[in-house]
């Protein structure tokens, strides 16, 4: 293999102890080669910073192991130029697998150029990407309790949800909250607490509630309530911070916002997960990829065979999905785009297709306004 690094050095990171393998020298003379062990603590991780530096090294490649990789990258980030590898693609030749060759081979690998790093956003895109990610995953848990209440009220025989569109509006929630605590629900109490504009009457609103609830009932209720407006409460503090971090990128929110199917938080997610820096990924077809909505490709002897679409970004993917399940009523390019699939190929492959065309989308977008803002800056 042909060098072209003269200084690298390779990480093999793991939860308690990172293996470092240096190369150095001339780059037409074979290299010399120094191996250390360090602790992944914070003080044998700046040893491990120093140890490099006294090298000259200048780049470091480590593999995407778990999260373990996150805390070395955070320390080594500001004084190397660091490569992130997928473990995948640097896999070695069979044989007598030990740290010390992991990392020897990383760092030959990186020497003569043949690794790709993997897409690490900015620090603060980052942030952003944690905290988008949490709020997703307290939304399925406030939706899980909501169904949970929808179960007790059923085992109680207390049909609220047919006279009801939404039991957790204003109207619903002043109902379950006197039935939670127990009161003697009236037509005059209950008068009070429904809005003028539900369309079932008090009558049918008091026949739905008269079930045969026990003490049983209203203890669940009360837990599976609770930890519902505790996490509506955290939610929207997390709503709060995602919009404190989003404010150096409000222009591209705002263009995002535009494309059709794409919300607010939406934009949030696209903004988090594939940051605004569009060079990043140097083609459509790149950022595609990287998602997870490519075709997958299957060939042998000249015969093309049925294919999953890549493994990508999960996140990313099932944003794009819902985005382009939200135009359905739509009347636009992108719905127009899944009808055209959908006839031939059908309503799966043409979600796929369709979320393709919409990350497409958003890589142009972002490509023109980072383009803009750079000639106006100038």
């Not at 900015?122 to 988008?132: F, K, S």
């Not at 008090?202 to 045969?212: F, M, Q, V």
Request: hydrophobic share 35%; glycine share 6%; net charge positive.
């Amino acid at each position: 293999m042909e060098a072209m690094m003269e200084r690298c050095a390779g990480l093999d990171v793991h939860q308690k102890t990172v293996v470092a393998c240096v190369l150095y020298g001339p780059l037409d003379k074979r290299p010399k080669k120094s191996i250390e062990s360090f602790s992944t603590s914070t003080k044998g991780l700046l040893e491990l910073n120093d140890w490099l530096v006294s090298f000259g090294v200048t780049d470091v490649v480590m593999e995407s192991t778990g999260v373990y990789w996150k805390p070395v990258w955070n320390i080594l980030e500001n004084q190397f130029r660091l490569v992130l590898a997928n473990a995948k693609h640097v896999k070695n030749v069979p044989g007598r697998k030990t740290d010390i060759k992991d990392a020897e081979w990383l760092a030959k690998l990186l020497r003569s150029g043949l690794i790709e790093g993997s897409f690490v956003p900015p620090e603060d895109i980052r942030d952003l990407r944690d905290l988008t990610r949490y709020r997703k995953k307290l939304v399925n848990n406030r939706t899980a309790e909501q169904n949970r209440i929808h179960k007790i009220l059923q085992d109680a025989n207390i049909k609220l949800t047919s006279v009801l569109s939404d039991i957790f509006g204003k109207s619903g929630r002043k109902i379950l909250e006197a039935i939670i605590n127990g009161e003697k629900i009236e037509e005059k109490s209950l008068r009070e607490m429904v809005h003028k504009r539900v369309k079932s009457s008090l009558t049918d609103i008091a026949e739905s509630i008269n079930g045969r609830i026990r003490r049983h009932h209203r203890d669940m209720l009360r837990y599976h309530w609770e930890h519902m407006i505790y996490l509506e409460e955290t939610l929207e503090r997390l709503e709060k911070q995602i919009d404190q971090c989003l404010e150096p990128y409000r222009k591209e929110v705002d263009l995002l916002d535009t494309i059709p199917g794409v919300n607010k938080d939406a934009a949030a997610v696209f903004v988090a997960e594939m940051g605004v820096d569009m060079s990043v990924f140097k083609t459509e077809k790149r950022l595609a990829s990287w998602v997870g909505v490519s075709p997958g490709n299957n060939e042998s002897a000249g015969k093309k065979k049925n294919s999953k679409t890549t493994k990508g970004n999960k996140a990313l993917k099932t944003m794009a999905i819902e985005c382009v399940l939200g135009t359905s009523r739509q009347n636009n390019r992108i719905t127009a785009h899944r009808k055209r699939i959908a006839k031939r190929q059908g309503r799966k492959k043409a979600n796929m297709a369709s979320a393709h065309l919409l990350i497409t989308i958003n890589r142009r977008t972002l490509s023109g306004i980072r383009t803009r803002l750079f000639e106006t800056a100038s």
